[in-house]
């Protein structure tokens, strides 16, 4: 079986984030057009100079301010020396067009206002917040309707998202300075993702000095960014008389043990629901789960339960502290607190990721709990294991090619991998919590005698709305990962049925064609 690339749809731009800093362009026109691109120019930090015989109110002003530089005249050739970039926005459509063909032959970029066919570039539609710049074109199709789609992404972004990213850029100038070796970006990096990736943007945007300070002393002691309090996830005091094997104080359960789920108030009974959060979309919740994170009084939850999930709730949302290696701990630390809310007769909400009974350790939970007298009531969840691909476009059966499938986790109880059966051509793998161990599980089913041009997906996210499959083969997946980068939480799917649906699922309105890798041809 020959393998194919994916071909290019062509038609599209190649778009950039163009540094213009201190660069010099040179504006054609003084009337209102000119003006908008006077102030894109400025908001990019260039050297702005406008030919034009008269000026438009704002362009007076921004004269006035010695903002720009203003030649009041007509454009001459010699404009063009010594010029980064040319934008025209004049009515004479012959002399836009006889400025665009001089700027062609010297090489410089221009842009003539509604002269799309002498354009190297054009311009985008776009919203600003901080340091945050949102894009959207529609390669001169729909102008009009670019603007739309423009306002309906920017009203979508959480509240704060430009104070997140300012706040996270002098978080992150602070780690340069504290540990500025090249050969530790490494360990930045992953650092800053996961902080990124597992704190709500609500929550980055009220950073404040103290709270960077403490961001840089966890970086610099290497923990793990949740184990940081902050206003939605502060942990009360526990008592601690030993420490795990890790060297961090594991907390003592002080709950009293209670018989048949008496509160030892000598009031209402303590109410327990342990519930699936499913893959991450809130429209994918069961109704039932909907319903009991209504009525919790207080919901303790998975580290990476999407914040859309969380949005649903209006009580207390307490995430279990995570130590970096100390998975035990941070399980003990909600079992703790569980305990305390359930003895003070409260509704407490367990809010698991995907669904708690597959790799969820549910039901350790419902036995942990049944010994202080709790019985659980199970609300579950679709789980990533089967619903994750499907949202993604592959199915983990198909009719004549895959009648069977293997669920595993790549993150058994003590890290190891998981035992694969030989190859059969008819069954699917789906490995979760196994992505960063990626290299190993190839080398895993290479050993098993899983064929190099069997095909695997990396499912990245499924459920939220940047969902994204990565497709490959066994022997291309790791350098595709590799190059495109993997978005966490994710899971692989290695089986024929990765590609059954291919053509319509890179159509899919989650999917970015850009990064679905490679993907062997049927």
């Given at each position: ?304 339960i999407p914040e859309p999930v969380l ?87 198909h009719r004549g090619v895959a009648d ?119």
């Amino acid at each position: 079986m020959a393998e194919t690339f994916r071909d290019p749809q062509g038609g599209g731009s190649l778009i950039v984030a163009w540094q213009a800093k201190k660069r010099i362009i040179l504006i054609v026109g003084g009337g209102s057009v000119a003006a908008g691109r006077v102030f894109n120019a400025l908001e990019a930090d260039a050297q702005v100079i406008v030919v034009a015989p008269g000026l438009c109110a704002e362009l007076k002003y921004r004269v006035s301010k010695e903002q720009i530089a203003w030649h009041e005249r007509k454009f001459n050739d010699t404009d063009l020396d010594g010029v980064d970039m040319v934008l025209t926005a004049i009515g004479d459509a012959q002399e836009s067009r006889r400025i665009a063909s001089l700027c062609k032959e010297k090489r410089i970029p221009v842009n003539a206002a509604d002269i799309n066919d002498l354009c190297d570039f054009w311009f985008m539609s776009t919203h600003r917040d901080h340091s945050v710049q949102i894009a959207v074109s529609t390669n001169s199709k729909a102008p009009r309707l670019a603007n739309r789609i423009r306002r309906q992404i920017a009203s979508s972004l959480p509240r704060g998202t430009g104070l997140a990213v300012e706040q996270i850029g002098r978080l992150r100038k602070r780690i340069r300075e504290v540990d500025p070796k090249p050969e530790n970006s490494k360990r930045r990096m992953t650092w800053l993702t996961q902080l990124c990736d597992y704190w709500p943007i609500e929550q980055l945007s009220k950073l404040d000095s103290d709270n960077i300070d403490d961001l840089l002393d966890a970086y610099v002691k290497q923990s793990d960014p949740q184990s940081i309090d902050l206003a939605r996830n502060v942990a009360p005091a526990f008592s601690s008389s030993s420490s795990s094997s890790s060297g961090i104080p594991s907390p003592m359960l002080q709950a009293k043990t209670v018989t048949n789920g008496d509160s030892g108030t000598g009031g209402k009974r303590g109410r327990l629901i342990l519930v699936g959060a499913g893959v991450g979309d809130p429209e994918l919740l069961t109704v039932r789960a909907h319903q009991s994170l209504k009525k919790g009084d207080i919901v303790l939850a998975d580290k990476l339960i999407p914040e859309p999930v969380l949005d649903i709730v209006n009580c207390e949302i307490y995430t279990a502290r995570k130590f970096p290696g100390a998975a035990t701990e941070a399980q003990d630390d909600l079992y703790r607190r569980g305990l305390e809310e359930l003895g003070k007769g409260k509704t407490v909400v367990r809010l698991k990721q995907g669904d708690p009974f597959v790799y969820g350790r549910g039901g350790e939970e419902v036995l942990f709990f049944r010994k202080y007298g709790y019985e659980a009531e199970v609300v579950p969840g679709l789980s990533s294991a089967i619903n994750g691909p499907g949202l993604c476009g592959v199915p983990v059966t198909h009719r004549g090619v895959a009648d069977q499938v293997l669920v595993m986790s790549g993150a058994n109880r003590n890290g190891d991998l998981p035992s694969v059966p030989s190859y059969t051509a008819t069954r699917t793998l789906v490995i979760l919590m196994a992505v960063k161990r990626l290299a190993q599980v190839v080398g895993l089913l290479q050993e098993t005698g899983h064929p190099a041009d069997l095909p695997v997906a990396i499912v990245e996210r499924a459920g939220c709305a940047d969902q994204r499959t990565v497709r490959g083969t066994l022997a291309t997946i790791i350098d595709t990962v590799e190059r495109v980068g993997h978005n966490a939480p994710g899971l692989i799917v290695a089986g024929h049925v990765v590609n059954v649906l291919s053509d319509v699922a890179i159509q899919d309105r989650y999917l970015d064609p850009s990064t679905l890798g490679l993907h062997s041809a049927e």
